[in-house]
């Protein structure tokens, strides 16, 4: 397995859209995949495994600030380093565009998206009740100040 990095573009619209749906009950449309690979304010980095998609990372820096949106490891990847890489390269990325701080909601339930971002320095500065549907889920929302 050798696993590259590099910035998503519109060729993987597709690929990005099969894992969002594989990885989320809430999955993004295509439509709104494809939208926001195209919106200039965000920054999407995808993992490959030769010319497979295995992983993306989304987040969006305003005014100094990020929003971490998704990160995804197809099933097979995870436990590999890949979102620990994916998570570090993206942090790299909004330092150079000034942002400070990565705010993120996760599930209350899984365990192991809050051990990766606990590992990786944020910390728990909230809770949105009933944040998720399907199932009805509290979210945790996390800060990281970089």
Not at 38 to 54: C, Q
Not at 68 to 74: D, Q, T
């Amino acid at each position: 397995m050798m696993i590259t990095y590099k910035p998503a573009d519109l060729t993987l619209t597709e690929d990005i859209y099969r894992l969002e749906q594989e990885c989320f009950k809430d999955y993004w449309s295509f439509e709104s995949v494809k939208k926001d690979i195209e919106n200039d304010m965000t920054i999407w980095i995808a993992a490959l495994d030769g010319n497979s998609l295995v992983g993306y990372i989304n987040a969006v820096c305003l005014c100094g600030e990020a929003e971490l949106n998704r990160i995804a490891v197809k099933s097979g990847y995870r436990n590999c380093r890949i979102g620990q890489t994916l998570i570090e390269m993206m942090t790299d990325k909004l330092r150079q565009k000034n942002c400070s701080k990565v705010f993120l909601e996760v599930r209350q339930s899984n365990i192991a998206a809050l051990s990766l971002y606990r590992h990786n320095g944020f910390e728990t500065v909230g809770l949105r009740k009933k944040y998720y549907s399907d199932p009805s889920e509290d979210a945790i929302v996390m800060k990281l100040e970089i």
